[in-house]
C-alpha cells in the first residue's frame, strides 16, 4: 500500500456535523456585480494598505488602489470599473470602524478586465517572485489572510523540503475549496508547480478529508503523471486544516509548541492560493474577487459564488434569498468565523463563506459551572488543557497563562464545541491572550 492509500489524521480534535450537502454539488457560478464596493485597507493580517487614490479619480477592474503598508501588508485592487466616491470609515466585519475605499461601480462597463500575464515564475528570482505576488494583493484564502508572499522568502538557515496544500476545507457548510479541486484541478496544479519550484520544496502533498471523493479523484486524476505531487485522503476531522494538524495528518511529524511549520521543513498553502498563482502569472488577474459558500438554514438558494471582493454581505445574501426569521449570520465557517453584527460590511479577500441560520446559535445558552468532564481536553489537537486556560483568563490572571502554552492555542473552538457546560471556553482565551499582549507590552514600556 502507498502512502497516499494510508487515511491519515492528527490526534484529538473533534467531528462537527459536516452540513456540506447543501452546496457541495453546486457548480460555481458568478454573482451580478453590485453597484457600491468597500474596501477596508485593513483586510488581512500586518499594516494596513496604504490609498493612493482620490475622491472623484475614475478607476479601472484591475488597477491598485492602495499599496501594502510595509513587508507583511497586502496590495488592494480595484474589483470593477468606476469612481472613487469616498475614503473614510465604514463598518468592518469584525464590528469597528475602518478606513475604507468606497467605489460606484459604472453601471455602463461590462466589467471585462484587461490583464496579461506576469513574467514566467518558473523562471524568476525568488526575490523577483515575492515582489510580484505582493503586488497581487494575493493573502491566504482559507480565512486568516494572511498576505502569502511571506512564506515565499525562506529565512536564512531555512530550507522548505515539503509542500503541503490543504484541501481539508474541514469547517462544516463550508465547499468552496472543494469545488474549486473539482472544476479547477489543473489550475491548483499549476500553482502547486509554481510555489513548489520557488521553494525548492523536494515533494508535494495535497490533504483532502475523505469526503470530498470527487475532489480526490480529480487532483488524482490531474497529478497522475506527476512523481512529485501526492494526493492525501485524510480522515474527516476538525480542526485538520489547520497548519500543524496537517502536517502531523501527513507526515506523522510534530511542530513544537512555540516553532512554526518551516521548523520542520514545510509550508502549507491552502489550494485556492495555488489557483490564484495560476491566475496571476497566466491571467495577470489580482486578487479581486473568490469563491464564498454561502449557506446555512436562513438561506434559500445556497450556492458556491464568485464575488467582487467589496460586495455588500445584505446584497449577497439578498441574491441568496434571506429568511425573515434570521438569528445569526457568520462570515466564515461556523467553528472559527466571525458573527456579523450588521449585514452592510463588504465580502472580504479572506471571506471563504457567508452563513445565516434561522436558530440560536450554540454558546448563546445558559453557561453552567466546569463539571472537570475533560472532554475540552480531548478535543485539543494542541494537547492545551482549555478549561485550565478558560478559568485563568476568566480570574484575569493574565501572567499565569503563558505557563500553560496560551499562544499555542489557535483558536479553533473545538473546546467550546465539545463543552457540555457550553462555557465559552475560546472567546475567554481570546480575551486571555490579548490581556497578556497586552501586559507584557506594558511591561517591556
Ligand atoms: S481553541 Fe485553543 S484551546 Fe481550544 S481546542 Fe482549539 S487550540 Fe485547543
Ligand atoms: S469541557 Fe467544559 S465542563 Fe468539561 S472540563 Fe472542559 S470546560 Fe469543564
Keep these: 500500500m502507498s502512502v497516499a492509500e494510508l487515511v491519515g489524521t492528527f490526534r484529538n ?23 457600491i464596493f468597500t474596501l477596508p485597507l485593513s483586510q488581512h493580517l500586518g499594516a494596513p494598505s496604504k490609498s493612493i487614490v482620490e475622491v472623484g479619480q475614475t478607476v479601472f477592474r484591475g488597477q491598485l488602489l492602495a499599496e501594502a503598508g510595509g513587508y ?27 478606513t475604507c475605499i468606497e467605489l460606484e461601480a459604472d453601471p455602463f462597463s461590462t466589467q471585462t478586465i484587461n490583464a496579461s500575464p506576469q513574467n514566467d515564475p518558473m523562471n524568476m528570482s525568488t526575490d523577483d517572485f515575492v515582489a510580484s505576488i505582493q503586488d497581487s494583493g494575493l493573502v491566504g484564502l482559507g480565512g486568516a489572510a494572511f498576505p502569502t508572499h511571506v512564506k515565499y522568502k525562506l529565512p536564512e ?15 462544516p457548510y463550508l465547499t468552496c475549496d472543494h469545488r474549486t479541486m473539482v472544476e479547477r484541478p489543473e489550475a491548483v496544479v499549476r500553482g502547486i508547480t509554481i510555489a513548489a519550484k520557488i521553494l525548492g520544496a523536494k515533494k508535494t502533498s495535497v490533504g483532502i478529508e475523505k469526503n470530498k471523493p470527487d475532489a480526490i479523484a480529480a487532483m488524482q486524476e490531474a497529478t497522475k503523471n506527476l512523481d512529485d505531487i501526492e494526493v492525501y485522503p485524510l480522515k474527516v476531522k476538525y480542526p485538520q486544516g489547520a497548519e500543524k494538524m496537517l502536517i502531523k495528518a501527513i507526515y506523522g511529524i ?23 498563482f495560476a491566475d496571476w502569472f497566466d491571467e495577470g488577474l489580482p486578487l479581486i474577487e473568490r469563491v464564498v459558500t454561502v449557506a446555512g438554514t ?36 461556523p467553528m472559527m468565523g466571525m458573527p456579523l453584527s450588521s449585514l452592510d460590511v463588504p465580502v472580504l479577500k479572506g ?7 434561522t436558530e440560536a446559535p450554540k454558546g448563546h445558552q445558559n453557561t453552567l459551572a466546569c463539571i472537570s468532564c475533560g472532554q475540552c481536553l480531548e478535543a485539543c489537537g494542541y494537547f492545551l488543557n482549555p478549561a485550565r486556560l478558560a478559568k485563568l483568563a476568566q480570574a484575569r490572571r493574565w501572567d499565569e497563562l503563558d505557563d500553560f502554552y496560551v499562544n499555542d492555542c489557535m483558536e479553533c473552538g473545538a473546546c467550546s464545541w465539545v463543552c457540555p457546560s457550553s462555557i465559552p471556553i475560546v472567546q475567554l482565551i481570546r480575551t486571555g491572550k490579548g490581556a497578556l499582549r497586552e501586559l507584557k507590552a506594558n511591561q517591556q514600556a
Design 13 to 35: 480534535g473533534v467531528h462537527p456535523h459536516e452540513n456540506k450537502e447543501q452546496t457541495e454539488n453546486f457548480p460555481i457560478a458568478r454573482m451580478a456585480f453590485g453597484k
Design 72 to 98: 507583511v501588508s497586502a496590495n488592494l485592487h480595484s474589483p470593477v470599473d468606476g469612481k472613487v466616491i469616498t475614503i473614510g470609515p465604514r463598518r468592518h466585519p469584525r464590528g469597528d470602524l475602518a
Design 157 to 171: 538557515g531555512k530550507t522548505c523540503e515539503h509542500l503541503a496544500i490543504n484541501g481539508c476545507e474541514c469547517e
Design 254 to 276: 510534530e511542530v513544537p509548541a512555540g516553532k512554526l511549520p518551516l521548523d520542520v521543513g514545510v509550508v502549507v498553502n491552502n489550494v485556492a492560493t495555488m489557483t490564484q
Design 298 to 333: 436562513a438561506i434559500a438558494r445556497p450556492a458556491n459564488l464568485i464575488i467582487p471582493v467589496g460586495t455588500s454581505v445584505r446584497e449577497v445574501l439578498d441574491f441568496c434569498g434571506l429568511d425573515m426569521n434570521t438569528q445569526q449570520v457568520i462570515m466564515g465557517g
Design 351 to 357: 471571506t471563504s463563506g457567508l452563513l445565516a441560520f
